[in-house]
């Protein structure tokens, strides 16, 4: 099929989420080029593999400035574009992690936490602006290049083994679920595949049951983490 997409149709712009400062001048610059901001998708941010007790603080703190502050901080200058016109959508890549706890992603979990509070708490501050869409996406495993770069113990250290992927969703299936999620103006949507998309369920509905599980499935996680598989 061909695209009727010109060159000015698109615009390539590196951004650090890390670097606040410069998100302001990002926003502007897409703005000078297109008129408009339609739709942001927040869908930057890295995962973690490590235990707690073994990890530095500075890790959480890398966490936290990357996948939560630096989301936000994008945020509120489209936010600011997306006010003036009364209409937009900001979807942002959360997580099942955003849902419920598991064990070797402690920072990530607490960070996708907070953009779920975040977001469901910025929404109910936009109800004078029924055209603006917050939307929240939660994936389940898929296949992607996430694992070869979470944070671990320290923030020199890379994780060693990666693993098998093949059992994850496909990171086009995953694309093309958050596409009609987000045309629909879903506020919520967990993309997972079975048995995860059961925990999900199970951790909103049933949560002692949840736990339990977690327990159970957590420890032997740890055992293979410890022991390099």
Not at 138 to 167: M, R, W, Y
Not at 208 to 216: G, H, I
């Amino acid at each position: 099929e061909i695209s009727s997409l010109s060159e000015n149709d698109i615009l390539v712009l590196r951004l650090d989420l890390t670097d606040r400062s410069s998100h302001e001048a990002a926003t502007n610059s897409v703005l000078r080029h297109f008129g408009k901001i339609d739709v942001l998708v927040n869908n930057g941010g890295r995962s973690q593999r490590s235990l707690f007790v073994d990890t530095d603080l500075d890790v959480y703190s890398a966490i936290i400035e990357l996948n939560y502050l630096g989301t936000i901080s994008l945020t509120k200058y489209v936010l600011n574009h997306m006010i003036q016109r009364k209409k937009g959508k900001i979807v942002t890549v959360s997580s099942v992690m955003g849902i419920m706890g598991a064990p070797l992603a402690t920072g990530y979990c607490a960070s996708k936490h907070a953009l779920q509070g975040f977001f469901n708490s910025l929404r109910t501050e936009l109800t004078d602006y029924p055209e603006i869409s917050i939307i929240q996406i939660c994936p389940g495993p898929v296949q992607s290049q996430i694992i070869q770069n979470v944070f671990t113990e320290n923030l020199a250290k890379s994780l060693e083994n990666s693993g098998d992927q093949s059992h994850k969703m496909p990171t086009e299936r995953c694309a093309r679920l958050t596409l009609v999620s987000v045309a629909n103006d879903v506020k919520e949507a967990w993309i997972s595949d079975h048995p995860y998309l059961a925990v999900c369920y199970l951790w909103q509905y049933a949560p002692t049951w949840a736990w339990w599980l977690m327990n159970r499935m957590g420890k032997r996680r740890i055992e293979n983490f410890k022991s390099g598989i």
